[in-house]
């Protein structure tokens, strides 16, 4: 019977092993939830709002309900989880190749810290004040190096000879740098929230697999 114990406990113990989140992982799946909740919360707070028109950033602009806590209880937090969980990749990859990847993909956290100290005007428009600028400025150094950090990532993946993740790596991307161009287009202003949160989701789905892939060498 202690015999029987023991091996039932050993599985429980590998089970857990191969199901839990490393906290590189963990913090990086914490910040996709809090963009998905809070998104989803502080939208009901505006009757007007639409996820296929408005951008994420239009519910901290100057003047909307909460925007003090839009930028400080969620676009900061978020910001700083990114940030931490791709630190904690890097602290256990030696890898220089991979390292500039990790660079490139940081500017993914920059957005949403940036965008808590500079809030857009109202309507989140293309030219506007300078706090608008340089949260535009700042929103595209966030798709731009984020979809250069999977094309990075991919040709990384490529070198050690990992084809689906080479692939996988390179058409995530393209996918952003295409909607970087859309998000870009006065033509496409009436579907760019929903261009937006595809990024998102690409964007937060791609890093966390970097964070969960790339120190398993």
């Not at 660079?103 to 309507?123: I, K, R, W």
């Not at 287009?185 to 966390?208: D, K, N, P, S, T």
């Amino acid at each position: 019977m202690p015999g029987v114990m023991n091996r039932l406990s050993q599985r429980s113990l590998s089970g857990m092993c191969i199901w839990s989140i490393p906290p590189r992982c963990g913090g990086l799946a914490t910040a996709a939830i809090l963009v998905l909740v809070e998104t989803f919360l502080f939208a009901l707070q505006r009757p007007n709002y639409s996820h296929i028109t408005d951008t994420i950033s239009e519910l901290g602009e100057t003047g909307a309900p909460h925007a003090h806590l839009v930028a400080f209880g969620f676009f900061l937090p978020v910001g700083l989880l990114v940030w931490l969980s791709l630190w904690l990749v890097w602290c256990e990859s030696s890898d220089k190749y991979a390292s500039l990847a990790l660079v490139a993909l940081s500017s993914s956290g920059a957005g949403y810290v940036v965008a808590a100290f500079f809030p857009c005007d109202s309507g989140a428009p293309l030219y506007g004040s300078w706090r608008t600028q340089v949260h535009n400025v700042v929103g595209f150094i966030d798709y731009e190096g984020t979809g250069i950090g999977f094309l990075i990532i991919s040709h990384y993946f490529a070198r050690l000879g990992r084809t689906f993740l080479k692939v996988a790596f390179w058409a995530a991307g393209a996918l952003v740098l295409l909607c970087l161009v859309l998000l870009s287009l006065e033509a496409a202003v009436h579907i760019r929230g929903a261009v937006q949160r595809v990024v998102e989701a690409i964007q937060f789905m791609g890093v966390f697999f970097v964070c969960f892939f790339l120190p398993n060498k």
